[in-house]
């Protein structure tokens, strides 16, 4: 995927957000900064999970900026790549689970006790 595809992230653009509801921006970033403190879990183990959330909601400019994050907070390019496979796998497994609806669906259908 081109660089180009998002509109970069820009002081500019942050201001403006910031502008549009500061009280939001406010709580959204103290929230942010709160849920990615050290704690019960350490920061790069945090940024970890968020890279493969990240992946998960796919949104580019999460997968960048807690990539660089997690490696600031030393993590290594294994142990991001193994996570990204973690979120892989979670995204699979939940299509393979819910092919269970699917399979109901053609047994109700299929023995006429379907409501459609």
Request: hydrophobic content about 45%; aromatic content about 6%; proline content about 6%.
């Amino acid at each position: 995927m081109p660089r180009d595809v998002f509109p970069h992230s820009t002081p500019e653009l942050a201001a403006t957000r910031k502008k549009l509801a500061p009280d939001i921006h406010d709580a959204f970033t103290k929230f942010s900064q709160s849920v990615f403190a050290d704690g019960a879990l350490p920061v790069k183990t945090k940024q970890l999970i968020a890279v493969a959330v990240a992946h998960v909601t796919q949104c580019p400019y999460c997968i960048r900026g807690h990539t660089k994050a997690a490696l600031r907070h030393g993590a290594t390019p294994n142990e991001i790549m193994e996570a990204i496979w973690v979120a892989a796998e979670m995204r699979a497994g939940g299509a393979y689970a819910h092919a269970a609806l699917a399979l109901d669906t053609i047994d109700e259908v299929q023995h006429g006790r379907s409501n459609a």
